[in-house]
């Protein structure tokens, strides 16, 4: 074998997704009528050779209208002489014991749809440089031009759709849900108000940058939010960069019972009905739909394929949160941080679009100068490309009674006592809607929820 022969060897099979293809076999035998769904995706010459011959029987099968379940596939196989060589029966009863998400077959079909795809573009990219080395430069050009033509026309999903297709897309059930009910929020509910009402709710496909001061509240704020989203029954995925998951599971479980933990400490006691709560509240954190991933050294890749599995093993995903952007890594020699940085939100945003998803990204903040203190989207660190790929830019601040904005050590004794700071949330990018002020409360004698602003509430 020549060492092209066995890169692209090693490439192909780099191309396969077999966890995908098993799960896609393994659903339509324990769901099989997930199956009109699947076959309009994927097809057998979309499987590697292996399991191809599976997905041969079953699309028979139910082409002739006819029962799929794993004695039906393995009686198929068996006739088309394809069963001894795929692994028998039991292959067949383990390929439908160890799918994640029957449910979730649409996606697995088109996770091997895609890797199918891939390996067409890997095949024309490797006959391409054939011609390129044994042909001359015109016809070596005219032949992958075509051969890419071909490509187009064949593959994947289509990129552009027409007025009437976007109308059909969904478009046309948002409008008449407008008309029946203007004020319904098109998105997810944050739980807050007025932030609700600026937003219409987090739009799926939508990244959302925050930002605050060290120690201020930014971890705290999405971290409350995401307790808020999955007592709704939400499924949120939160990589934590800088805590670890224990520590911000401790946070959540504090949220849920509604204490201080700090005071609790300090007090060195806690009461009878104190302890029934934090005992309630963490069997309550058991049941929550959220997944943590605490990486440190997070790689955007290792990011998109976690969200990926995820989605797999769930059907989907309702929000991704990334606490902090900053300390997500990006591709390696890409020259500064900046750079990177720019690689970084140009992922997260496609992989907000791609997922359908909305996308919420954490981010430190430049120390204060004349050009921030004009233009506030400026004092994302790093990187000019957070607020420009974000869909909304928010900043958190401590304020006082007048509205101006507090010291941040005056702020820090705040929260310790009386343990009720005043904030604004501040919109400063909005696509979707107003930019502007949402005062809100933190409470941390309710272990650090963030409530609505009322004049009511007394410090």
């Given amino acids: 074998m020549s060492e092209l022969t066995a890169l692209r060897e090693f490439t192909i099979g780099g191309m396969i997704d077999t966890e995908s293809e098993r799960w896609a076999i393994g659903a339509a035998l324990d769901g099989p009528e997930q199956l009109p769904a699947m076959v309009g995706i994927v097809q057998p010459e979309h499987f590697s050779e292996h399991y191809r011959a599976a997905w041969d029987a079953i699309t028979v099968l139910h082409g002739r209208g006819e029962p799929v379940n794993t004695s039906s596939v393995a009686y198929e196989m068996a006739t088309a002489d394809s069963l001894a060589n795929f692994g028998g029966m039991a292959l ?5 014991r160890e799918c994640p998400v029957a449910s979730a077959a649409a996606l697995y079909a088109g996770a091997v749809r895609q890797a199918a795809d ?3 573009v890997y095949n024309t990219a490797m006959s391409i440089a054939t011609w390129a080395r044994d042909l001359t430069p015109e ?27 976007v109308l059909r ?50 971890s705290l704020f999405v971290q409350d939010r995401t307790r808020y989203w999955a007592l709704q029954g939400l499924r949120v995925m939160v990589f934590t960069t800088e805590m670890s998951a ?23 006691a806690v009461t009878p009905e104190q302890r029934d709560r934090i005992r309630a509240a963490f069997v309550k954190f058991a049941t929550l739909p959220v997944h943590f991933c605490d990486r440190g050294n997070l790689s955007v890749a290792h990011l998109l394929n976690e969200v990926r599995k995820l989605r797999a093993r769930w059907g989907g995903l309702d929000v991704v949160v990334i606490d902090h952007i900053d300390m997500v890594r990006g591709e390696r020699g890409k ?28 981010s430190h903040l430049n120390r204060v100068n004349m050009a921030s203190a004009t233009n506030r989207n400026s004092r994302f660190r790093n990187s000019e490309s957070k607020p420009q790929d974000a869909d909304v ?6 304020v006082n009674a007048d509205g101006s904005e507090m010291s941040t050590d005056e702020a820090r004794g705040r929260m ?16 979707w809607g107003p930019t502007g002020n949402v005062p809100l409360w933190l409470d941390w004698q309710q272990g650090g929820r963030f409530i609505e602003w009322s004049p009511e509430v007394e410090p």
């Avoid at 050009?141 to 593959?155: C, E, F, H, R």
């Avoid at 020259?335 to 954490?362: F, Y």
């Fill in 393 to 398: 830019a928010m900043f958190l601040a401590p």
């Fill in 92 to 96: 067949l009863t383990d390929l439908a």
């Fill in 169 to 218: 897309d969904g478009l046309d059930s948002d409008l008449e849900e407008f008309i029946q009910d203007p004020r319904a929020l098109r998105g997810l509910g944050t739980g807050l108000t007025k932030l609700d009402d600026m937003l219409g709710g987090l739009q799926r496909g939508g990244v959302y940058l925050f930002g605050a001061e060290t120690s201020l509240g930014k």
């Fill in 416 to 431: 310790s006592n009386p343990g009720l700071l005043q904030v604004r949330l501040e919109i400063t990018k909005n696509r």
């Fill in 335 to 362: 020259g500064s941080k900046t750079q990177e940085l720019e690689d970084t939100t140009g992922a997260l945003k496609a992989l907000a679009r791609d997922e359908d998803v909305p996308v919420i990204e954490v």
């Fill in 139 to 165: 016809d070596a050009i005219a032949q992958g031009m075509d051969a890419l033509m071909a490509l187009v026309a064949q593959g994947g999903d289509r990129m552009t759709m027409t007025a009437d297709e």
């Fill in 118 to 120: 891939r390996r067409k």
């Fill in 246 to 268: 224990n520590q911000v599971g401790w946070r959540t479980v504090f949220q849920l019972a509604g204490l201080d933990s700090y005071r609790l400490r300090r007090l060195g």
